[in-house]
T-cell receptor, first 113, second 112 residues
Framework: DTAVSQTPKYLVTQMGNDKSIKCEQN?????MYWYKQDSKKFLKIMFS???????INETVPNRFSPKSPDKAHLNLHINSLELGDSAVYFC????????????FGSGTRLTVV | QKEVEQDPGPLSVPEGAIVSLNCTYS??????FMWYRQYSRKGPELLMY????GNKEDGRFTAQVDKSSKYISLFIRDSQPSDSATYLC????????????FGEGTQLTVNP
């Protein structure tokens, strides 16, 4: 299946821990993104990579660090997790920096306790 | 003031009704306009994609963009219970097409 797949689907962890979310796309897209969706369903961009190069880095705490080993993968590492980090994190990909729309993964529901 | 305003609803309609969903925006540089559908506990799914002003139709869905009024709409004809979802408008500037700005989404329920 052609898709954007991210793992894990659910992540429950304690405050202060470090965790990673992985994302892979097999659509041949050049650009990948991380979005955060809060409890009110509002989607906000966090990072964007184009051909492994960081092109968008929104005002996100530096505890969040993206990494793109190649243009088909974009991972998100979060250090020292806080309660406020609880949200759904979506990976997405697109052609040519967004033209034609994004394809989203099914999300990682992160709960920090 | 948010860059993109969307009434969060909830909106409840009977099966077969015509649904109208709307967003307004303040950034006149927006050129790409999209509508996404998001089912509960799933990722957003692209429904309609439009460049600049005009109308676009795809089956039961019609997207309209009026740049002079900074207003976009999505119409759903003959609505079905399977259309029950959250609908998100999203927009981007031509020069930075990688940065999508979303509305907060309208929750729609179509009752059989």
């Amino acid at each position: 299946d052609t898709a954007v797949s991210q793992t894990p689907k659910y992540l429950v962890t304690q405050m202060g821990n470090d965790k990673s979310i992985k994302c892979e796309q097999n659509l041949g897209h050049d650009t990948m993104y991380w979005y955060k969706q809060d409890s009110k369903k509002f989607l906000k961009i966090m990072f964007s990579y184009n051909n492994k190069e960081l092109i968008i880095n929104e005002t996100v705490p530096n505890r969040f660090s993206p990494k793109s080993p190649d243009k088909a993968h974009l991972n998100l590492h979060i250090n020292s997790l806080e309660l406020g980090d609880s949200a759904v994190y979506f990976c997405a990909s697109s052609r040519e920096q967004g033209i034609g729309g994004y394809t989203f993964g099914s999300g990682t529901r992160l709960t920090v306790v | 003031q948010k860059e993109v305003e969307q009434d969060p609803g909830p909106l409840s309609v009977p099966e077969g009704a015509i649904v109208s969903l709307n967003c307004t925006y303040s950034n006149s540089a927006f050129q790409y306009f999209m509508w996404y559908r998001q089912y509960s506990r799933k990722g957003p799914e692209l429904l309609m994609y439009t460049y600049s002003s005009g109308n676009k139709e795809d089956g039961r869905f019609t997207a309209q963009v009026d740049k002079s009024s900074k207003y976009i709409s999505l119409f759903i004809r003959d609505s079905q219970p399977s259309d029950s979802a959250t609908y998100l408008c999203a927009m981007a500037e031509e020069t930075s097409g990688s940065r999508l700005t979303f509305g907060e989404g309208t929750q729609l329920t179509v009752n059989p």
